[in-house]
């Protein structure tokens, strides 16, 4: 499956943004869709992931309440609504699809995926 990550920019603080992952050569419904970013100089870490099936969503706890995964079957894309946007939310933003079977516990775990979108950039100024 090929990821095509956009909807990236540069926004103020207090903001809000929604990316989107539009996949090709495989359905999304089929994979454990995530959310990754890397801040410049800093390693790449979680942000987000959904079940294969939307039954589950996990968060890292600094995007609790503010960020949103989703995914729509039907147009093949998943998504990212962010809200209340910081500017340690800066970052790259990827997209990734991992098997159906990863467990709710390792959704967040980067080496659980398989397939990486080329990622889309968030700046986020105070």
């Known amino acids: 499956v090929q990821l095509q990550a956009s909807g990236g920019g540069m926004v103020q603080a207090g903001d809000s943004l929604r990316l989107s992952c539009a996949a090709s050569?495989?359905?999304?419904?089929?994979?454990?869709m995530g959310w990754f970013r890397q801040a410049p100089g800093k390693e790449r870490e979680p942000v987000a992931a959904?079940?294969?099936?939307?039954?589950?969503?996990r968060y890292t706890d600094s995007v609790k309440g503010r960020f949103t995964i989703s995914r729509d079957s039907a147009k093949n894309t998943a998504y990212l609504q962010m809200n209340s946007l910081k500017p340690e939310d800066t970052a790259v933003y990827y997209c990734a699809a991992g098997p159906r079977s990863t467990i709710t516990s390792s959704m967040l775990d980067s080496i659980r995926y398989d397939y990486w979108g080329q990622g889309t950039l968030v700046t986020v100024s105070s």
């Open positions: 050569g495989g359905r999304i419904s089929t994979y454990t």
């Open positions: 959904i079940k294969w099936n939307g039954g589950s969503t």
